[in-house]
């Protein structure tokens, strides 16, 4: 599966490639004005809170997927014809705009790609960017779904005990249960292993080389042709966990309702510390 398209590669592309500008983090709700201050020419804004997810529930977490129905209405106000590429970034390595990417392979788009770097790779490069907002014809790309593999709950808490390996892609400490920002409680799913997804970038937030993460999820205990979920707070960066998994010839399966659905449910136990318990 190619994941990634460097910068060059982008900047030297021809023909049509629907550009879509991701910008979202939690605790941050301000992607859109700064979308309009400066962005890639002709990139569509794409908000992760209304248009990349359901809204959020106890029962299914933060940020359920959306519909494939939903999607696919948003894929078209995007202006996402079928047939088309499609490359999606933001300005945090990819974190945010790997949801945008899952999203749309899993409804069965198969030519979606990450920008490597994101913003930050593309202005060191000398791209150029533009201010205000893009409007783009309708698009009539028709999403068909499938296309990547999904957790339900029951199947992830199955996944450790049943030979399969499920990474939790938060950051450490919360992995270890000493905060919790935003969930019922804290800690991690029994089993899980901690594999925080800000280790896949460098310290420029460009994907680290194939062989790299590879090796480093071989270390987790992943192989290649074995089951592999992965979780995090909502499914959001879970995604990117995904993309650099994918990147290293490694199929992983989305826990969408992750930590968030899991803590919100009293009966499910909660580990702590630094082993998966």
Known sequence: MTVLVPVAELLAAGGRVVLLDVRWALGDDQGREKYLGAHLPGAVFVDLETELADPPSAADG???????QRLQSAAR?????????????????????????WLLRWGGLRDVRLLDGGLDAWRRSGGPVEAGDVAPEPGDVTLTGGGMP?????????????????LDARAGERYRGEVEP???????????VSAPTTVNLTVD???RPPDELAER????????????????????????EIAALAAAGIEAALWPGSWSQWSSDPDRPAATGPAPG
């Not at 933060?62 to 494939?68: F, K, T």
């Not at 106000?77 to 990417?101: H, K, P, Q, S």
């Not at 957790?151 to 390996?165: C, F, N, Q, R, Y």
């Not at 992965?230 to 995604?239: E, I, K, L, Q, R």
Request: proline letters at 8%.
């Open 150 to 166: 999904v957790l339900t709950i029951d199947e992830a808490a199955a996944l450790p005990a049943s030979g399969g390996v499920l």
């Open 182 to 192: 935003v969930d019922p409680r804290a800690g991690h799913v029994p089993g899980a």
């Open 62 to 68: 933060r940020h359920p997927l959306p519909s494939l």
């Open 77 to 101: 106000r995007w202006g996402i014809r079928d047939g088309d590429a499609v490359v999606a970034y933001d300005a945090t390595g990819g974190l945010a705009a790997a949801r945008a990417w």
């Open 217 to 240: 999820f071989r270390d987790l205990g992943v192989r290649p042709g074995e089951p592999a979920g992965v979780y995090c707070g909502s499914g959001v960066t879970a995604a990117h």
């Open 205 to 207: 937030g460009t994907f």
